[in-house]
């Protein structure tokens, strides 16, 4: 199953809040979710952010892919998580470099 973190919306017509929730990629917007990992209320002027940063990692060690707008909330919210998630993907992308380097080598060894 493809997991995604993204804003669920939440609220009345004109006053809407949003659940920071883990969820099917395939589900809609507003559909089922696993789990609520937080909320975010843009109505409200102080402390309107609040995330369960030690559930997010969880889910991120577990393969879930995030949204960009969740990334937003959380370089407000946890900026730790955000640095982490950064530098996981600057590692991944180091070690594809790395690989493809090694493998034209390889091929040009070959020839």
Known sequence: M???IRLRQQGRTNRQTYRVVVADKRSPRDGKYLEMLGWY???QSADNISVNAERINFWLSQGAEISDQVITLL???AP???KDLQAKRQ?????MVVQRRSAKK???AAK
């Open 41 to 43: 209320n843009p109505f």
């Open 91 to 95: 590692a991944k992308r180091l070690k």
């Open 75 to 77: 370089t407000k919210a």
């Open 106 to 108: 390889t091929v040009k």
């Open 80 to 82: 730790d998580v955000v």
């Open 2 to 4: 493809a997991l995604k």
